[in-house]
Every structure is written in C-alpha cells, then in structure tokens.
C-alpha cells in the first residue's frame, strides 16, 4: 500500500464543514479511520492526488493537471434521459448560482469530461458502473460508511401499539413517502400506525440554497400521524431500534431514483432492523443476497407486504437477523476499507 501520509491531498466536498453525509459517511471516515491528512481543495494550489465530491466544481477541476483526481460520482446523473427538465437546466443553473465558475449547460457532458480526467471513479452500484465505464476504465463501486451512526441493534421484535414505521433520510428525498400514501392509507384502517421520519427539520427545495422549507408541512401531507425528528448521529439508532419496521419506497419510474444504491437498507440491515424496499436493482441484489424477498413492484404489493410485516412478529424477526448478518458477511466496514485502500492502490502502480 502506498504511503499516503507522503503525499498532499485535497478534497472538494459536499459541505463546508464536512458534515454532509456524502463528506461524513464516503472519503472523510475513510482518512479518519487511515489517519490521512488532508486539506480542502483549493484549485490555485498543486497536489498530489485531489478527491472530488459530487458538489466539486467540475468546470474548475475537469481543466486541473498535474495530479492524480479521484471522482466521487456516487448518484446515477449518467443515467437521466436526455430529454429531462431539470437535467436540461443544471448546468445552467449551477453557473447563475456560482456553483460552476465557467459556464457548461450540458451537465451531462461535464460529467463526462470529468470521469475523462479522471484516474479513477467510484460509484456505488453496478449500472452507475456500467454507465462511467465508457469515460474512465477505472472505476470502483463503494458503499457508504455507517459506523459513526449504527451505535445500537434492536433487541425486541413484538410490535409497539400503535405500529411504528421508520422513515429515513435526506429532506428532499420525503417525496418517495408518496408513493406508498395510498398502501398507508389502506393499512392504517385496519393498524393503528405512526410514521417516525428522521431528517432535517429545514431544509431548501432548490440547488441546496434556495426555497427554504419546513419539512414537517410536507411530511403532513403523506399521513397525518407523523413523528418528524431531527437527525442527529448521536440518537438516529436509537430512535430507529425503537421501531417496528423500517420502509424505503422509491418511484420506480425516475431512473435517478431506481439508480440508487442499497446504502439505506444496508444502514438499517446493520442494526437488525426489517426492511420492506421498492424493488430497484440494488435492493433486488442485496435482499438476494440475504435470502430474503422483501421488494415491492407496485402499490399493491407494498398493501400485502405492509400487512404481513405488521402483524407477523416472526416474520420481522428472521427478516432482521437475516439482514444483520449479510451486512455481517458482505458489507463489513474492514471490507469497505480495502475497496478505498485499492482505488488509491489503482492510481499510483
């Protein structure tokens, strides 16, 4: 393994402070856990080897030479039709808001340039793979780290009264909750439910820096027994140990979304928990993977799973030991190490 400590190292990241999960859970666990010194990246400096997050200016650092760039694409932009709205304007709208400092309008072909320059990319599923191999042949796929967050497993599987689900993520991700408002509705009918969300109680609606919101309103609008709680590293396990059942829905029409890797269900799989899922081909791999069929197609399937999870005990025990222990097996964090360990082995042999 290369002497990292010899080298100097820049990282563009997701925030300021380093404190975005995309900063916290990716390249910045892995230097704390190795002990790397680095800096963040300023492109009027030379280095020796500079990792890009995905919020990195890639205008800027697609004209950067003289290093190594390591590019940190974990979400499936690649895989957005060319036809989209939004992927139409990005590129636009992340120079008018200063987050490009040379105008590119055709954000996808950025990207492009960007795992051209690159000496290695790393995604976090096989599609994403596939799609970046045609720009750069040296890509990595790595999942997210959960240490710092995966403090507690769950010790009881007998059900609270009312039913707990658990709801996990980034604010602007709540809208996936709506593709199960109808199952929701149905089942609630017939279960007392509550819906615990953990996610940031703000947050803005555009770019990350415009059209502030208030989370609960939305929330409200999917079921109105919601628990809306503010995540926080140091209580996320323990408010989620206390849950019935965990949930992650996905619109399987957006290929943004169905791109997603199982990083959720692989956070929840860490401390026990059951997991029902929309049935995208990361989860299909990893619900394989642990014996379990626990995917849902369509509206439908999501009503008869729900029911069966809440009202079989059993069920949402063997389902929580059996993820438990393929996260145990496949997606250990000394594993997800050496996946870090071989991209910068991949760059300087």
Known sequence: MI?????????APNSPLLDAPGDRRRFVQYANIKKIQFEIADPKKKYDVVILSECADLSVWSRYHGCVIIYDLIDSYLAIPRTNIKGLFRGLAKF??????????????????????????????????????????NVHVILDSHAKVTTTNKQTYASSKPFRLVWEGLPHTLDSLFVIKRALEKISSQYPLEIYILTDIEYFRFLGKYGSTNTLKIAQQI???????????????????????AIIPIDLSDPFALGKPENKLILFWRMGMPVLTSATPAYLRAMSAAGLSMTCSNIDEWEVALGTYISDELARQEAGKLGQKCVDELYSESELIAKWDAVFESVFT
Not at 3 to 11: A, E, Q, T
Not at 120 to 131: L, R, Y
């Open 223 to 245: 079921m109105p027994n919601i628990k809306l709680i503010e995540w926080k590293a140091e209580t996320a396990a323990d408010i989620i140990c206390s849950c019935d059942l």
């Open 96 to 137: 008018i808001t200063k987050q490009s400092r040379f105008l590119q309008l055709d954000h996808w072909r950025a990207i492009e340039l960007m795992c051209q320059r690159s000496s290695a990319v790393i995604c976090s599923t096989d599609e994403q793979k596939q799609d970046i191999s045609r720009f750069c042949t």
């Open 3 to 11: 002497n990292l400590s010899s080298l100097r190292i820049g990282y």
